[in-house]
């Protein structure tokens, strides 16, 4: 089953900071349903991730999403200047299922997504397949001390709970309830949110802090039908010339 792109697009692109560039289309697919059905004909192929992503997620074979690698490759390039040759896409479907009280200390945080080798440029996109906006669209945030959160990060690949004691110590939020991250806090200021819409594609800059911006997590549900799924793309590129 290929998912086929709108040919009447409109792309909408703004400025989160000074260099990172943010692009959000309405419409995207033709027949996004059926990316739904898909993710729940695969539902018992979600595996649950021990870091970062709040939830499950299901990685997709190449030509599930073709059409759409080949748009990141031939129109995103343009306004992300990246190289068309020499691209690497992960694609997966990801449905944050996790309550508060589940989370490692990173997973009540931005984060941003792991770079792969000097000299290369690191983007995603997602595009939401859930009708209930409410569910959350995709926070952006700047660290206020990014060495000190670079430090944690690495910390805890070995141990997802090391350095939580420092994180106690330093931050009160740390010894408040978990909660999603949403608005500014002691780690870090939010720049802007895209809200979520039923068939919206947003793509960004990987190393750019993001977060699921999800106020109301009793609304998550592990069921991809009628929970938070998105469907996301992981791009490792050269910057063009």
Request: net charge negative; charged share 20%.
């Amino acid at each position: 089953m290929a998912l086929e792109i709108n040919p009447a697009l409109e792309i909408q692109a703004s400025r989160i900071t000074g260099n990172q560039l943010c692009v959000v289309i309405d419409d995207f697919l033709l027949n996004p349903h059926e990316a739904v059905e898909f993710a729940c004909t695969q539902v018992n192929g979600f595996t649950q991730l021990e870091r970062a992503y709040p939830g499950r997620v299901l990685p997709v074979q190449d030509q599930h999403a073709s059409n759409i690698n080949r748009f990141i490759r031939r129109e995103l390039s343009r306004h992300f200047g990246f190289s068309r040759s020499g691209l690497e896409i992960h694609t997966q479907y990801s449905l944050a299922t996790l309550q508060p009280e589940e989370f490692t200390w990173i997973q009540r945080l931005c984060h941003s997504d792991p770079g792969h080798g000097e000299g290369r440029v690191n983007l995603a996109g997602l595009l939401y397949l859930f009708d209930n906006s409410e569910m959350g669209g995709t926070g952006f945030y700047r660290w206020k001390d990014p060495g000190f959160w670079r430090e944690m990060t690495l910390l805890q690949r070995e141990n997802p709970e090391a350095g939580i004691e420092v994180l106690r110590r330093k931050f009160q939020m740390f010894r408040d309830p978990p909660r999603y991250m949403t608005e500014s806090n002691e780690a870090a200021e939010l720049l802007d949110m895209v809200p979520a819409r039923f068939n919206r594609f947003v793509f960004y800059p990987g190393d750019l802090p993001h977060s699921a911006f999800i106020s109301d997590p009793d609304l998550l549900s592990g069921d991809p039908e009628s929970g938070r799924l998105t469907l996301n793309f992981f791009v490792n590129a050269l910057p063009a010339n």
